[in-house]
Every structure is written in structure tokens, then in C-alpha cells.
């Protein structure tokens, strides 16, 4: 009897505790490092990365958003819309109607933002959760009128342990919990403009930094016990190509400055014709072989890149490794913002935590598939957005998936277990008729008679 009771209640708590460890609602934390380029995995050595990449999944390629920009690219990941819906459209904005200017450093009005609902919003929204920023584009500004309940004003100067201690200490300590959080660093944007990629050796200097910061996430999550039961996402918003002293496309030989304000230089520079349209599209078209001039109607429909207001009459586009300038020397050794079909503007994602499988590599996804997977990690209804789900499908553990490779493997096998079969019904049938005829021959009689007389 007494046994049966003890039995009966250690049932009974085992259940409560499966119950309440099930109905904690899962956490995100989502961390950019700024210019990431994907390769840089393969050329450098990152042994915490790759650490954490041994026990998660790995994306080589994240395809981005044009223009490869930082404020466009970190709005897509957070909202899975292309620039021309979620408003973003480049670091420097202007806005005919209201005449308002955005820039990186003038970026706090939530009329630039509120065309998108960015997932910590939504997020917070949910009864019973809080979200939470250090740092991330667009965190320390009301959009919707909705800040995330902890978030830190942006500041360049604030060390990377600062943001991490906040974080973490948020993730640890708040009611409503913090369900879904964001982390960004500014390197190795910052050193790859200033050295550009191609300088081995500083480069290595600073990706080694990075790779020990990622160290310290990972050390600082696993002290104070948040590792298991967190799904982290390592990420960047575009990569970095080389640029040359020798590729400058100067406008000013082309056209007077007069003629035309300059909303955004380079790589693609937003241009509003003072004078007439046709006439400034005319003499920039024939400016320079390595750039490509398009009037707003005409921008190609793989750059998602068209319908929105802030999107000026006239882009130019310069050729990778080109940098458009108004009559300056190179302002940069490295810089991004170019087509974003070049392998070179791609960043990668790397993902570890409950949600996704171990050991797992994947050749190639779409930024604004981001925003669909984390939704549905967060258990969050997702807005309408450009992404798919079914493409980070193979990277989740809760998710049936089958990539090429598998699909061509279990073809194959089918139609070789079908020949076999084939093969065998055949043998076994001709096997079956065989002895017919020969029994026939033994029992004739004339069988000892000779075949020729
Ligand atoms: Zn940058």
C-alpha cells in the first residue's frame, strides 16, 4: 500500500513537472554581426563558431534584400518584406510628400518604420510575453507605438559585454518573460570598410575578435544555465567586396550637380532630377560603363526594388568593387550595398538551440525566410510576408523536410527496387513454364527415333 502511494505521487509530480517544463514558451535570441561576409567562414578560422555550428545547423548563403544596405537588410530579417514594403529602402531616405529625411543618424521618426511590423512587436503583443533589444535597428524606436519593453538607445561606443550582460540579464529576470530578443555588434562592417576584405591580415585580426565575442555569448549563456533551453540565431545583414581607387565613376563628369539632388551615393545612388527626368536620366546613362541607370519604372523585378514612394525617379547601380563619387578620392577600402545576386553581399546564418537539428548544413536561403521560420519557433502569427517557410523547413527539428539530394537518392532507390522486382517476376514466370515442354519430349514415344535419317 504504502509503496502504491509512493509510486502514485512520484507519477503525479513527474507529470506536473513534464507539464510546466512543456508549457514554457519558447525563447529567441537573434544576433547580427555587422558585414559578415558568408565566405570569410571558409577563409578564416572561427573555432567558437564553429563550435557552434558542430552542435546546430549552418546556412552558407543567406541570400539578401537589394540594396544590400545595413538598415534595409536588418528590417527584412526582422519583418521578411523586401525594402519597397517594409519601407526601409537605404540608409539615407528622403520623402517627397512630407519632406521628411531619414539617415543612420536620424533615425527615430516611427513614420519610416510603420509601414512593417517588426517581430518583436508582434511578440509583444502576445499575452504574457515581453521582448527585448541590445541594439538592433529600429529597437529604440516606437513603431506602432510599441518600443520592446527592454531596449538600450543605439550607441556605437557601448562595448559588446555591456550588451551582452543587458541581454542576458533580461532573458534571466523579467515578467513577462522575454521571449524573443536581438543582439548586434558593428564588426567586422566597420574594419572591412576601413580595410577592405581583401587585407588577409587585418582581417584575420578582427574576424578572430568576432569569433571571441561569440565565445563570450556562448560562455556567458551556458554559466548561467540559459544554453539548453535557448534557440540562438547568428546571423549578419550582408557581406563586403574590395574596392579601388582605380573603379571611381565620378557624376560630376557627366552632369552638373545643379540638375539634380543626391539622396544616396554608392554603391546605388537615389537621385531626384531637379530639372527634367528624361534629360538627367540621358546624360547619366551615358556616364560611365560600369554603372547601370535606370528610371524607377524600369528597375528589374528581381530586385523587389520599385513600389514605394521613397524610392527616387532615377537609381544608379555601379558594377561590385565600383564606387560612385562626386569629384572625391575613394572614401573606402571595402563596401556593400551592390546587387544582391553577387555571392560577395551574402551573409550566412547559423542557428543552435532546441528548435533546430545538430551537425545540419544547408547550401542556401532567403533573408526574408527568416522572419517565417523565427514566427513559427515563437509559436507568433507571421504578417504577410515574401518569405517561405518550407525553405528553413530542413533546419528544424519539428519539421518533415527532404532537400535534393535525398530526393534524388530515394527516386533512384524506388526504380531500382521496381527493375529488381520486375526482373524477378520475369525469371520466376519463365522458370515456371520451362519444364512443359521437355516433359512433353520424354514421354512421346518416338522420342529414341533419330532427328535425321
Ligand atoms: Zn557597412
Given amino acids: 500500500m504504502k509503496l502504491l502511494v509512493i509510486l502514485l505521487f512520484s507519477g503525479l509530480t513527474t507529470g506536473c513537472r513534464g507539464n510546466s517544463s512543456h508549457s514554457l514558451p519558447p525563447k529567441l535570441l537573434l544576433v547580427s554581426f555587422d558585414g559578415f561576409r558568408a565566405d570569410y567562414l571558409q577563409n578564416y578560422e572561427f573555432p567558437h563558431l564553429q563550435n557552434f555550428i558542430k552542435e546546430g545547423v549552418l546556412v552558407e548563403h543567406v541570400k539578401n534584400v537589394f540594396i544590400t544596405k545595413t538598415f534595409p537588410n536588418h528590417y527584412s530579417i526582422v519583418t521578411g518584406l523586401y525594402e519597397e514594403s517594409h519601407g526601409i529602402v537605404a540608409n539615407s531616405m528622403y520623402d517627397v510628400i512630407t519632406k521628411k529625411h531619414f539617415s543612420d543618424f536620424d533615425d527615430k521618426d516611427p513614420f519610416w518604420w510603420n509601414e512593417a511590423v517588426p517581430i518583436w512587436v508582434t511578440n509583444q503583443l502576445q499575452e504574457n510575453r515581453s521582448s527585448a533589444a541590445a541594439m538592433w535597428p529600429g529597437t529604440d524606436v516606437p513603431i506602432h507605438n510599441t518600443t520592446p519593453s527592454y531596449f538600450m538607445n543605439y550607441s556605437s561606443s557601448v562595448s559588446f559585454e555591456e550588451r551582452l550582460n543587458n541581454i542576458t540579464m533580461w532573458l534571466m529576470n523579467s515578467n513577462p518573460p522575454v521571449t524573443f530578443a536581438t543582439l548586434y555588434w ?7 570598410h576601413k580595410y577592405g576584405p581583401e587585407d588577409k591580415e587585418n582581417m584575420y585580426r578582427v574576424l578572430k575578435e568576432v569569433d571571441n565575442l561569440i565565445g563570450e555569448l556562448v560562455h556567458k549563456l551556458k554559466v548561467l544555465g540559459l544554453w539548453e533551453n535557448l534557440n540562438v540565431i547568428i546571423t549578419s545583414d550582408h557581406g563586403m567586396t574590395q574596392c579601388s581607387k ?42 560611365n560603363p560600369h554603372m547601370n541607370v535606370y528610371l524607377k519604372e524600369d528597375i528589374p523585378a528581381r530586385f523587389h526594388y520599385q513600389h514605394n514612394d521613397r524610392i527616387q525617379p532615377i537609381i544608379l547601380v555601379a558594377d561590385e568593387g565600383w564606387t560612385i563619387v562626386l569629384n572625391k578620392s575613394l572614401p573606402k577600402l571595402g563596401d556593400h550595398g551592390y546587387d544582391n545576386s553577387l555571392s560577395s553581399m551574402h551573409p550566412f546564418l547559423a542557428a543552435h538551440g532546441p528548435a ?19 514566427c513559427h519557433i515563437l509559436g507568433l502569427q507571421p504578417h504577410p510576408n515574401n518569405g517561405t517557410f518550407g525553405h528553413t523547413k530542413c533546419l528544424l527539428v519539428d519539421q518533415w523536410c527532404i532537400n535534393l539530394p535525398e530526393a534524388i537518392g530515394i527516386v533512384i532507390g524506388a526504380l531500382l ?3 529488381t522486382l520486375t526482373c524477378l517476376i520475369i525469371i520466376m514466370q519463365n522458370r515456371l513454364s520451362v519444364p512443359r515442354p521437355f516433359s512433353r519430349l520424354q514421354l512421346q514415344e518416338d522420342d529414341d527415333d533419330p532427328l535425321i535419317e
Fill in 186 to 192: 558593428e564588426e567586422p562592417d566597420a574594419s572591412g
Fill in 246 to 287: 582605380d573603379r571611381l565613376i565620378n557624376l560630376d563628369l557627366c552632369i552638373d550637380r545643379s540638375s539634380y539632388t543626391l539622396i544616396d551615393l554608392t554603391p546605388v545612388a537615389a537621385v531626384l532630377p531637379k530639372i527634367n527626368t528624361t534629360e538627367v536620366y540621358n546624360r547619366l546613362k551615358v556616364c
Fill in 356 to 374: 533546430f537539428h545538430k551537425g545540419y548544413k544547408h547550401s542556401t536561403i532567403n533573408s526574408v525566410d527568416i522572419y517565417p521560420m523565427m
Fill in 417 to 419: 527496387v521496381l527493375t
